[in-house]
């Protein structure tokens, strides 16, 4: 039986420890989203890669990590902790999304890099 076609899981080397790194640099009393992660670390669209970076480490600030628009995409007692969590460090909300406007991380853009003369 042939199965349907997958998305490849080879990633590119490295690519794990940047998102990780984007995610420890958002700092306290911010925000961003795991499509802004993903940016941040050099891959964009590749927000779940950043889900599964969370779920498989240790010592993150997961709690500085939401969905677009700034919601919360965590289910019962975690969305609970997260909201707490978030609101212990001062962000505020808009209902049940972050005001993002307030509360968002402005990533550093990466440098290019320069092009050597011939």
């Given at each position: 039986m042939h199965s349907a076609a997958r998305p490849s899981r080879?990633?590119?080397p490295g690519?794990?420890?940047?998102?990780?790194?984007?995610i420890r640099s958002i700092p306290r009393?911010?925000?961003?989203?795991?499509?802004?992660?993903?940016r941040a670390a050099g891959y964009p669209g590749a927000a779940r890669q950043v889900v599964a970076a969370l779920r498989t480490?240790?010592?993150?600030?997961?709690?500085?990590?939401?969905g677009a628009g700034g919601a919360i995409k965590l289910r019962g007692d975690y969305a609970v902790e997260q909201r707490l969590r978030l609101e212990t460090e001062g962000i505020t909300f808009r209902?049940?999304?972050?005001?993002?406007?307030?509360h968002?991380?402005?990533?550093?853009?990466?440098?290019?890099?320069?092009k050597r003369r011939s």
């Open positions: 080879i990633r590119p690519m794990r420890e940047k998102i990780l790194a984007a009393g911010k925000v961003s989203t795991y499509g802004g992660v993903a480490s240790y010592g993150l600030p997961w709690h500085r990590v939401l209902g049940k999304r972050v005001n993002m406007s307030l968002e991380s402005k990533f550093k853009k990466p440098k290019p890099a320069l």
